[in-house]
């Protein structure tokens, strides 16, 4: 059980364009969504925390008109990077959570802007 | 503010060798002390976790015990394998936040060879 699935798992496209991942939690109703930045060779940077039907809370330094966040529905965030440049180039990772201490992560999407 | 200290990688071991990473932390509270995996291309794994001062956390041959007094979280295997190869994060979640958010360490990359 608790599995998270992201959606696509790779894409690549131009710089400027627009680009949506998804984050489905499939066996559990997810209070809380969580997106993280991956550099290569790095750590896990926390990008911002989602609630369903509320406004994302996003952490110092990420822009929130660049990575926009919609917790549609319990099962449900998305995140979409506008205008993507060569530098958003990442590996992007969501995890969930039913509530308490667990959190659940997805396989991640590997993002490349040319 | 929370923090999260691992050694420096990359680790390189050869088949059954003992492995050891050091974790060390920063808190304000008490928190939940965690050790995830990942395997190249792939998202991150829980492979064990501990609450509270003194538990043991352990899965796969794995081990990791909470030492509240050197605030220490420590990975242990005693045989590794290739298949261990892998990024290892320490991480923990404190509960005085409202989101459970977790904070990573470095990670460190470890490398079994025959």
């Known amino acids: 059980g608790a599995v998270v699935s992201q959606h696509p798992s790779r894409v690549i496209c131009k710089s400027g364009t627009s680009v949506k991942i998804e984050c489905r939690s499939l066996d559990f109703q997810a209070t809380t969504m969580f997106w993280y930045r991956q550099f290569p060779k790095q750590s896990l940077m926390l990008m911002a925390t989602s609630n369903e039907g509320s406004k994302a809370t996003y952490e110092q330094g990420v822009e929130k008109d660049k990575f926009l966040i919609n917790h549609a529905s319990l099962t449900l965030s998305t995140l979409t990077v506008t205008s993507a440049h060569p530098e958003d180039s990442s590996f992007y990772i969501c995890?969930?959570?039913?509530?308490?201490?667990?959190?659940?992560f997805g396989p991640g999407t590997r993002l490349t802007v040319l | 503010g929370n923090s999260v200290t691992q050694m420096e990688g990359p680790v390189t071991l050869s088949e059954e060798a003992f492995l050891t990473i050091n974790c060390t932390y920063t808190?304000?509270?008490?928190?939940?002390l965690f050790w995830y995996v990942q395997y190249p291309g792939e998202g991150l794994q829980l492979l064990l976790k501990?609450?509270?001062?003194?538990d043991k956390g352990s899965n796969k041959g794995f081990e990791a015990t909470y030492r509240k007094e050197t605030t220490s979280f420590h990975l242990e295997k005693g045989s590794v394998q290739v298949s261990d190869s892998a990024v290892y994060f320490c991480a923990l979640s404190d509960p005085q936040t409202s989101y459970d958010k977790v904070i990573f360490g470095p990670g460190t990359s470890l490398s079994v060879i025959p």
């Open positions: 995890s969930a959570t039913p509530g308490g201490k667990a959190q659940f």
């Open positions: 808190a304000t509270g008490y928190p939940s």
């Open positions: 501990a609450t509270k001062a003194d």
